[in-house]
């Protein structure tokens, strides 16, 4: 028997300290029971739903539990008994049951040879239960980020893994600038012979059961084009064909009509966020295996802190260049090498002062005049709050610290409490004077 009111106490507690918007996603369709005296457990409808909850709040309903309600038991999540029935496979109707194939660099895109951690495993996460056919809770599938962090990739993996999975699935996969020349093709300038049958022949064309579409943001500006898919949108999402979308914006920031904006947020979205130190050695490590490049861990850790890269094209580029050179010079890959090999193109990042996690935190107390071990306490007074999130701003901002890693200074927060205190501060800024001032001097102290 669910226990709804307990359930509404919960999120109500969590909410104070959570972004609501996250809660209401993720907490607030699940259902609670706390018939059986040993356990509590929260039934949701998937595992992906489940794998989430219990890395993001398992541990705050533990402790809600146990200090407002009494109830100091085990707390387990379970993906059954509220979770629809496996949606299967879309058949498909209007069109011939074959996937156009794939180039050969699009092929070697799969989830296997994609590097996950915790700057994409949300995304990871999505776009794996997409391919393995949870088509109606993730449609269409937002998946947005800076460029070069792997967005294509996890859109590719997602058709190899349908295609390898429900063969008789229809798949379509497209860049936006190909998109734009099949619909200009269609509606060239003085070529109105059979204009309607040259329209529907477009349509049909994109009637299939999954259309994968790749940096929509380069449709802006193009009205027709936008039209166009506005209207194949729509007729796919009336067909409850699946779609994925990837985007260098999220559906809020995007600069597109509202309609457009809307129907991009009705499904599911995901950020793909800048990898960390360790991430990118990782990344370093699972490239050096795919290309044969000998490159042990230490030197993938050295390359992950030293190379000037902003996204995982540039790492490669990096590694490309280092592993190059030590092969025109017969050499071994070593620091001081990659130092040469990267110095004269500006891929290996300048010395400078270093600024410690710890002295940030430091200057942000300071100026702030609050002890330091309130701030990396579990405090929740106003007092300590802002300076806080100021500096978990800063630590983002200035030290490209990956969320899990600033969380790690401040009692082991979760990245999304991170995630919230940055963009709080990152919105904030813009209109309040005194707060921009104070990062300012903060900046100046420190840095």
């Not at 800048?274 to 699972?286: C, F, G, N, W």
Request: aromatic share 10%; hydrophobic share 40%; net charge neutral.
């Amino acid at each position: 028997m669910y226990d709804q009111n307990l359930w509404d106490g919960i999120l109500e507690s969590i909410s104070k300290t959570e972004d609501k918007t996250l809660v209401n996603t993720w907490l607030r369709p699940a259902k609670i029971s706390a018939d059986r005296g040993d356990v509590v457990t929260i039934f949701v409808k998937n595992k992906f739903f489940k794998d989430w909850i219990e890395k993001s709040y398992l541990a705050k309903i533990k402790m809600i539990l146990a200090t407002e309600f009494g109830i100091d038991t085990n707390v387990r999540v379970v993906a059954e008994n509220i979770a629809p029935a496996a949606t299967k496979p879309i058949k498909s109707e209007e069109t011939p049951a074959v996937s156009e194939p794939l180039k050969s660099f699009e092929a070697k895109y799969t989830f296997d040879n994609f590097v996950n951690g915790d700057s994409n495993g949300f995304a990871h996460s999505a776009a794996l239960a997409v391919a393995d056919g949870n088509f109606s809770v993730y449609n269409p599938l937002y998946i947005y980020g800076s460029t070069g962090l792997g967005k294509t990739h996890l859109m590719y993996a997602i058709a190899n893994r349908v295609r390898e999975k429900f063969p008789k699935m229809t798949i379509l996969c497209m860049d936006s600038e190909t998109f734009t020349k099949e619909v200009l093709n269609t509606f060239r300038k003085g070529d109105y012979d059979n204009m309607q049958e040259r329209v529907e022949k477009l349509r049909e064309r994109f009637r299939v059961d999954l259309f994968m579409l790749d940096d929509i943001q380069f449709l802006k500006g193009r009205e027709k084009t936008l039209e166009t898919f506005f209207n194949i949108f729509n007729d796919l999402h009336l067909r409850q064909k699946q779609m994925v979308i990837t985007s260098d914006k999220s559906p809020q920031e995007i600069n597109m009509e509202e309609r457009m904006r809307s129907r991009f947020a009705s499904g599911f979205q995901t950020e793909i966020q800048p990898p960390s130190s360790e991430e990118r050695a990782a990344i370093l490590m699972q490239k050096a295996e795919e290309f044969k490049i000998p490159l042990d861990d230490e030197m993938a850790f050295y390359l992950a802190e030293n190379v000037a890269a902003t996204n995982i094209r540039e790492l490669e580029g990096a590694l490309n260049r280092v592993n190059i050179y030590a092969s025109f010079n017969k050499v071994k890959i070593t620091p001081e090498l990659a130092e040469k090999a990267l110095s004269d193109s500006g891929q290996l990042k300048r010395s400078k002062l270093i600024v410690s996690p710890q002295q940030l935190i430091s200057a942000v107390a300071e100026l702030y005049n609050v002890k330091l071990s309130d701030l990396t306490s579990k405090k929740r007074t106003q007092s300590v709050v802002r300076p806080r999130q100021v500096a978990m701003y800063l630590m983002k901002e200035r030290l490209n610290l990956s969320l899990k890693e600033i969380g790690s200074h401040f009692g082991g927060r979760d990245h999304s409490t991170v995630k919230y205190a940055v963009d709080s501060i990152k919105e904030q800024i813009k209109d309040d004077e005194y707060l921009a001032g104070i990062v300012e001097k903060i900046v100046k102290r420190a840095f």
